[in-house]
T-cell receptor
Framework: NSKVIQTPRYLVKGQGQKAKMRCIPEKGHPVVFWYQQNKNNEFKFLINFQNQEVLQQIDMTEKRFSAECPSNSPCSLEIQSSEAGDSALYLCASSLGTGDYEQYFGPGTRLTVL | GDSVIQMQGQVTLSENDFLFINCTYSTTGYPTLFWYVQYSGEGPQLLLQVTTANNKGSSRGFEATYDKGTTSFHLQKTSVQEIDSAVYYC??????????????FGEGTQVTVIS
């Protein structure tokens, strides 16, 4: 069973507000992924890190999101100015590497933007 | 770019029925393919993975077979139980874009097993 911890489980924000969520990866996992799962169950990769360095991110993340994985602290994903279309389940996953390693997912943070 | 397609959005079965979910993929590389299962209120969890080298994988009574000729990857289970009710996703690991390891998911198949 996955030991990826995500907080908070639920987050409600108004449009234009900042929305911040955190993820503690499994112990010893240097690679962290963030995915967005919308109400139609579609997954969108947002960004991933190896230790503290960004490996890959999509344009939307670069422009509207702030993400980091500091040493000895939880990883975080923050939407700078929430929009209604950001309402989704944000999933964090961690793995031992970017190669043939399983990605372990947390339960997600469900964001609702009113 | 890479893509994964699941045509079956919903499947309703009775206990002990045969489950078959098909998935097709498109990539320029040599994919590693996965089936994930997501129960209500939880994140996805890996059910099994298959590489192009070994063609088949099995776990918890589920079996997945990869067909390079048709670029398809299907999941089956001989006899489903009510506890198998969940959403099943096929996914592919991305080997492009600097080997970031990100997954591309299909649209998911909601499997409902009635007793």
């Amino acid at each position: 069973n996955s030991k990826v911890i995500q907080t908070p489980r639920y987050l409600v924000k108004g449009q234009g507000q900042k929305a911040k969520m955190r993820c503690i990866p499994e112990k010893g996992h240097p690679v962290v992924f963030w995915y967005q799962q919308n109400k139609n169950n579609e997954f969108k990769f947002l960004i991933n890190f190896q230790n503290q360095e960004v490996l890959q991110q999509i344009d939307m993340t670069e422009k509207r999101f702030s993400a980091e994985c500091p040493s000895n602290s939880p990883c975080s994903l923050e939407i700078q100015s929430s929009e209604a279309g950001d309402s989704a389940l944000y999933l964090c996953a961690s793995s031992l590497g970017t190669g043939d390693y399983e990605q372990y997912f947390g339960p997600g943070t469900r964001l609702t933007v009113l | 770019g890479d893509s994964v397609i699941q045509m079956q959005g919903q499947v309703t079965l009775s206990e002990n029925d045969f489950l078959f979910i098909n998935c097709t993929y498109s990539t320029t590389g040599y994919p590693t393919l996965f089936w994930y299962v997501q129960y209500s209120g939880e994140g996805p969890q890996l059910l099994l993975q298959v590489t192009t080298a070994n063609n088949k994988g099995s776990s918890r009574g589920f079996e997945a077979t990869y067909d390079k000729g048709t670029t398809s990857f299907h999941l089956q289970k001989t006899s489903v139980q009510e506890i198998d009710s969940a959403v099943y996703y096929c996914a592919m690991r991305d080997w492009t874009g600097g080997l970031s390891g990100k997954l591309t998911f299909g649209e998911g198949t909601q499997v409902t097993v009635i007793s």
